[in-house]
């Protein structure tokens, strides 16, 4: 199983601010690599695929970078709606898809 | 546009088995682009995917769970169903189904949180 580790768990901006949050693989996973976004009480929603990519109807403010084992998504300027936990998960050792422990985001 | 929605007990007892059911609306399970699946989260915890179906019937399952689980497919009903045997507290967690777009969800159900206790 690929073992995925966010840091931080916890990250504390204020709005306006950049956020940048980590994702790390035990192994490489290439560009398999998504990004989620989930709010208290909601499902999560897809943020980003293909390590890069944003996916439908996703602000250009969230925009992700990275291959192989390191990953990073950003937000360039935190807005009130995007304080929540972020997940990323792995694709590429199917069918054991596995997800990071989740980094929240929480208002400085 | 596309929903999910999860259905079943949210009272497990030790040792039985686990079964919900996801009815799809808003669009077709036969779909030949898309598995379907399902994934868990304990409360305050991080994502677990279980495991997922194609309309044919095709399954992948995570392998820590797949001794475990068992997921089908009616689709007359545009349905698709999960079961977990032999459940403990561990598998106390709130339940999501969602389509799986390539090893992606890009839609999920609102979640159903099932308790595992006597």
């Known amino acids: 199983e690929i073992v995925m580790t966010q840091s931080p768990a916890t990250l504390s901006v204020s709005p306006g601010e950049r956020a940048t949050l980590s994702c790390r693989a035990s192994q490489s996973v290439s560009s398999n690599l998504a990004w989620y976004q989930q709010k208290p009480g909601q499902a999560p929603r897809l943020l980003i695929y293909?390590?890069?990519t944003r996916a439908t109807g996703i602000p250009a403010r969230f925009s992700g970078s990275g291959s192989g084992t390191e990953f990073t998504l950003t937000i360039s300027s935190l807005q009130s709606e995007d304080f929540a936990v972020y997940y990323c998960?792995?694709?590429?050792?199917?069918?054991?898809?596995?997800f990071g422990g989740g980094t929240k985001v929480e208002i400085k | 546009q596309l929903q999910l929605q999860e259905s079943g007990p949210g009272l497990v007892k030790p040792s039985e088995t686990l079964s919900l059911t996801c009815t799809v609306s808003g669009g077709s399970i036969s779909s030949s682009s898309y598995y379907w699946g399902w994934i868990r989260q304990p409360p305050g915890k991080g994502l677990e995917w279980i495991g997922s179906i194609y309309y044919s019937g095709s399954t992948y399952y995570n392998p820590s769970l797949k001794s475990r689980v068992t997921i089908s497919v009616d689709t007359s009903k545009n349905q698709f169903s999960l079961k977990l045997s032999s459940v403990t507290a561990a598998d106390t967690a709130v339940y999501y189904c969602a389509r799986d777009n390539s090893n992606l969800v890009d839609y999920w159900g609102q979640g159903t949180l099932v308790t595992v206790s006597s």
């Open positions: 998960q792995q694709y590429n050792n199917w069918p054991a898809l596995t």
């Open positions: 293909g390590a890069s």
